[in-house]
């Protein structure tokens, strides 16, 4: 009898972490780690008792975790995961459309997701599109410059939201 398999050494530890978590609890925290003492760090985690402490609110930085997690659910074919990190990430997005962190999670979503898969590409774009003054920072338009179809695909989401009306923007383009 043959089941799945998971082969996890080409991906971020820390996303991993979260479907171990997400497997568990159907749900995932946010648990940073000490990036120059792992070894320390996964014996402190098995040593932990009660639930897991998660990042606060105002760190901005979990977004590009909530795309790793959403990559890595579309990878190993986790569709109830994916939607929560898609949930998530649009959550940390309403708090956290002004930082570098969501130009990072942009460009990892860019990066890390098919342009076939328009779940996480389009939260990213209806966060640019919704908070169109982003568009005057150098960094968010070298951003557009660089990231492969992102202009585009941010043209045409908006002009399917003025063809449609906002509300009518329910297909994928």
């Not at 890390?112 to 568009?135: C, F, Q, W, Y």
Request: glycine residues 4%.
């Amino acid at each position: 009898m043959q089941g799945n398999s998971f082969n996890f050494l080409d991906d971020d530890p820390e996303a991993v972490d979260c479907i171990v978590q997400y497997f568990y609890t159907f749900d995932y925290k946010h648990r940073p780690r000490a990036p120059d003492d792992a070894a320390e760090a996964g014996t402190a985690l098995q040593e932990q008792s009660g639930p897991p402490a998660e990042t606060p609110a105002s760190d901005a930085s979990v977004m590009v975790l909530h795309v790793k997690v959403y990559a890595l659910a579309e990878k190993y074919s986790i569709t109830p995961l994916k939607a929560l990190a898609l949930e998530k990430f649009r959550v940390a997005a309403l708090d956290h459309w002004d930082t570098d962190s969501f130009l990072v999670a942009t460009r990892e979503a860019y990066a890390s997701t098919i342009s076939e898969d328009k779940g996480m590409r389009n939260a990213v774009l209806k966060t640019l599109h919704e908070n169109s003054r982003l568009l005057d920072r150098e960094s968010v338009q070298e951003l557009l410059r660089r990231v492969e179809f992102l202009a585009f695909d941010l043209l045409m989401y908006s002009r399917q939201l003025s063809r449609h009306g906002a509300f009518g923007f329910g297909r994928s383009f």
